[in-house]
């Protein structure tokens, strides 16, 4: 049986967060072996305090959630956040650029890259899937290992449609080994993790990381 709470990135991005609710994702995290939590830039600096030594990895969303931002904003909140205390950067990928065929996206998260990786940090790029053709899916996955990034993720889970299996496998056969992927949106049960797992998921991002544990 696969340990599925190396997997898990215990999630809260809502609109509504507070400091409380903070504090609850890291307790259900600690409580239940989960590798890291992901939060809102805002709320890293408290996040990484209450963290403390436990060796709970700490994720942050840049350029959240459409991704629309010049590309020296996204560099600006990225230096902020790994100030604050991030381990680790979801970026989320221009798709209105990806869709123009520029060539901005791929220096964007060569940018992006190069400062993450200079501060020992890791860099997920969000391509959201559910905006995307099979190609487009297949061209973003090849800008993002061309230009650097440790894993490309799925989605922001504000889009209509979340991870699906078909996608991973899509984006698994183009990816180099050494890129990950992260699958996040609607994902639930344990079930639905480990069939995106089995299908080459190396990551899940969930709000729902105590109850795919407890399935376990």
């Not at 984006?171 to 080459?200: C, F, N, W």
């Amino acid at each position: 049986m696969r340990n599925i709470q190396n997997y898990i990135e215990h999630t809260n991005l809502k609109a509504t967060i507070t400091s409380n609710d903070i504090e609850l994702l890291l307790k259900q995290a600690q409580e239940n072996n989960i590798f890291g939590i992901c939060v809102p830039p805002f709320w890293v600096k408290k996040a990484k305090r209450d963290i403390g030594k436990s060796g709970i990895q700490l994720i942050t969303v840049i350029g959240f959630p459409l991704g629309y931002q010049m590309s020296q904003a996204k560099e600006a909140e990225a230096v902020q956040a790994i100030k604050d205390g991030a381990d680790e950067l979801d970026m989320v990928l221009n798709i209105s650029s990806v869709k123009s065929e520029m060539m901005w996206p791929k220096i964007e998260v060569a940018k992006m890259g190069k400062l993450a990786h200079e501060n020992g940090k890791i860099l997920k790029v969000i391509i959201e899937t559910a905006y995307l053709s099979e190609q487009e899916i297949m061209d973003a996955c090849k800008i993002c290992a061309d230009a650097g990034a440790d894993y490309v993720k799925t989605s922001t889970g504000f889009a209509p449609e979340g991870a699906k299996v078909a996608h991973i496998k899509l984006m698994r056969s183009v990816l180099p080994d050494h890129v990950g992927i992260k699958a996040s949106g609607g994902i639930k049960t344990y079930d639905q993790a480990l069939e995106l797992i089995e299908a080459g998921t190396d990551r899940i991002g969930t709000s729902s990381g105590p109850e795919i544990c407890k399935g376990s």
